[in-house]
């Protein structure tokens, strides 16, 4: 995984709120258990409708999202993330996320940002006057910054501490790759050992 220290980009002003995970990815996506290029199926449904705010040229390239309350909600899938990653999204934006969607993010990369409802609505308006407009994500200091608008969010450590070095649940196991390896010489030779 890479490391994710600053995210400045341009933002997608979803605004819209329980945006579940079936809707960000459709199931059909999850015959596929590896990871690969999903980003045809992310919001595969509403991106039939050519007025969906994704499908504008203005917003084609923002790595951002400004979302509602609730984003992420509904079953876990791992292939949501991937779909928003694979297209190129970093940054999730909203009031709350759906407890399990957020933590499948912080796994691969992505960052969810919480911030008060009033604050994003001024986000979006500044977005929708200008789609040009650059949002800047300090992930190291825990702030977002756009024009006037500088706010603090709330990270975990350890969220954030994986996020800005790039490790995953792999990297972080592998920390303790001699811990692990001694605790095996040690073990019984009639017990199961990792390989």
């Keep these: 995984m890479k490391a994710v220290k600053k995210v400045v980009g341009k933002a997608l002003p979803l605004g819209l709120s ?35 705010i994704l499908n504008k040229p203005e917003h084609s390239d923002s790595v951002i999202i400004l979302a509602g309350e609730n984003f992420g909600c509904g079953s876990s899938r791992e292939h949501a993330p991937w779909a928003l990653q694979d297209y190129g999204f970093k940054v999730m934006v909203a009031p709350s996320f759906g407890d399990i969607f957020k933590n499948n993010c912080s796994k ?9 409802d009033d604050i994003i609505k001024e986000l979006i ?57 001694s605790y095996e010489e040690g073990r019984a030779s009639h017990l199961p050992k990792v390989k």
């Design 18 to 52: 329980d945006v579940d995970t079936d809707q960000i990815a459709p199931s059909d996506a999850m015959k596929f258990s590896e990871r690969g290029n999903f980003s045809d199926f992310l919001f595969r449904d509403w991106r039939e409708n050519p007025d969906f």
């Design 108 to 116: 691969v990369g992505l960052v969810t940002v919480e911030l008060a």
């Design 125 to 181: 308006s500044l977005v929708e006057k200008d789609p040009s407009i650059q949002v800047k994500v300090d992930v190291e200091n825990k702030t977002l910054s756009c024009k006037h608008i500088e706010v603090e969010f709330p990270l975990d450590d350890f969220t954030r501490y994986r996020l800005v070095n790039g490790l995953n649940d792999i990297d972080i196991t592998l920390r303790d790759e001699d811990l692990i390896n």
